[in-house]
């Protein structure tokens, strides 16, 4: 793994939250591909909530080796299991490389990232890094805008678990970051998990 993409930030640690539970943490650092655990639990569907060139985030150019607000390629979408939102994720590469070694990433519509992902052996993945979301982070849209569809809603503002690393091909880089919806932790083990504590809903 080329040492320059690092998941690590500031806000990303190299090891889940202590908020987390035995159990949570094991999927914040699980390897392989998530889309083959979720499948353990039901049917997957992938929904693609945005597909589209921006700006690098000041944490994300960190981790792609790039300059801050530089053009990059950017795929959000949510994975249900069963019909119900249970993931939130952002697949970030720079904009020339989705035009070159990660191109495919332009044509999975519907797919999920694993079906490339996983599918080659010159593909290194980097170590994880964990974080409660904040608002900053562009993920944390995404996270919440799945929740507020979630017929587990209410009038508190969730936190959400997140997870992310880079992986990289042909030296270059694009950084994966997963969010889990509060109450996927009950769905996988209703009678051991917890949600996080939520944020009373500002008035």
Known sequence: ?????????????????????PMQARWLTAPGALTARLRKLGPVTVRVALEASEGATPDEAEALGVHAHAPVWVR???????????????????????????????????????DLLYHDRTIQRSSFASAILQRAIPLHDVAQL??????????????????????????????????????????????????????????
Do not use: K
Not at 99 to 109: C, G, M, P
Not at 176 to 199: C, I, S, Y
């Open 1 to 21: 793994m080329n040492r320059q993409y690092s998941p690590h930030h500031a806000t990303w640690l190299n090891r889940p939250p202590p908020i987390a539970t």
């Open 76 to 114: 959000e979408v949510v994975l249900l299991v069963s019909g119900h939102p249970c993931v939130a994720a952002r697949s970030v590469t720079p904009l020339a490389d989705s035009h070159s070694v990660w191109q495919a990433i332009r044509r999975l519509r519907s797919r999920p990232l694993a």
């Open 146 to 203: 799945a929740w507020s569809a979630s017929p587990a809603v209410n009038n508190c503002r969730p936190r959400f678990l997140a997870r992310r690393s880079v992986f990289v091909r042909a030296g270059r880089p694009l950084l994966v970051a997963e969010a889990f919806m509060p109450d996927f932790w009950l769905r996988e083990a209703p009678t051991t998990a917890r949600p996080l504590p939520a944020l009373p809903q500002a008035a």
